[in-house]
Antibody, heavy 118, light 115 residues
Framework: EVQLVQSGAEVKKPGESLRISCKGS????????ISWVRQMPGKGLEWMGR????????NYSPSFQGHVTISADKSISTAYLQWSSLKASDTAMYYC???????????WGQGTLVTVSS | DIVMTQSPDSLAVSLGERATINCKSS????????????LAWYQQKPGQPPKLLIY???TRESGVPDRFSGSGSGTDFTLTISSLQAEDVAVYYC???????????FGPGTKVDIK
């Protein structure tokens, strides 16, 4: 069974750093890309960027380029989304999803809620 | 960038009636070399991640009830729920996966409720 298991909810203060994770199992981790998707409270889905775990090549949406970093450690089948300095506006649910190049997202993680508040 | 729009923003349909959601892309998502539309539909219920319903514009995902169907080509697409059930109350999103570099964009979503 394919599973994407994300790390737990986080509460952080503005200016703090954070890394959340997405661990894949039940499939060849390097055969599928991982995308990250943001959903702000009560809002829609926003694609942030993706990584190819086989070579760690990344693409970012222009809206998120420079604000977050996507990485992966294929030795432990885990992708990451990180911030160096959080803002209150980063408060959102973040989902990871797996897909092939030029393809739809069949499998999703359960989501990680990030709350940034002073 | 390919911009996705959806209409209506929300709709309320009686149980057993048809629900129709429209999705429009700012440029064609039909790839001429394989004649495939790079368009998917997702269902999201409160507190849950999105669930894939339809891909390649009209291919139903395994396990998805056949009351859900997708149609359209190029820039205009439709998701139809032929006979709305209580469990279909959700927000529905279209998504294009055509762009290069490999970018994904979602529509703003359509909320479906029971009338």
């Amino acid at each position: 069974e394919v599973q994407l298991v994300q790390s737990g909810a986080e509460v952080k203060k503005p200016g703090e750093s954070l890394r959340i994770s997405c661990k894949g199992s039940g499939y060849s981790f390097t055969s599928y890309w991982i995308s990250w998707v943001r959903q702000m409270p009560g809002k829609g889905l926003e694609w942030m960027g993706r990584i190819d775990p086989s070579d760690s090549y990344t693409n970012y949406s222009p809206s998120f380029q420079g604000h977050v970093t996507i990485s992966a450690d294929k030795s432990i089948s885990t992708a990451y989304l990180q911030w160096s300095s959080l803002k209150a506006s980063d408060t959102a649910m973040y989902y990871c999803a797996r897909h092939r190049s030029g393809s739809y997202c069949r499998d999703w993680g359960q989501g990680t809620l990030v709350t940034v508040s002073s | 960038d390919i911009v996705m729009t959806q209409s209506p923003d929300s709709l309320a349909v009686s149980l057993g009636e048809r629900a129709t959601i429209n999705c429009k892309s700012s440029q064609s998502v039909l790839y001429s070399s394989n004649n495939k539309n790079y368009l998917a539909w997702y269902q999201q219920k409160p507190g849950q991640p999105p669930k894939l319903l339809i891909y390649w514009a009209s291919t139903r995902e395994s396990g998805v009830p056949d009351r859900f169907s997708g149609s359209g080509s190029g820039t205009d697409f439709t998701l139809t729920i032929s006979s709305l059930q209580a469990e279909d109350v959700a927000v529905y999103y279209c998504q294009q996966y055509y762009s290069t570099p490999p970018w994904i964009t979602f529509g703003p979503g359509t909320k479906v409720d029971i009338k």
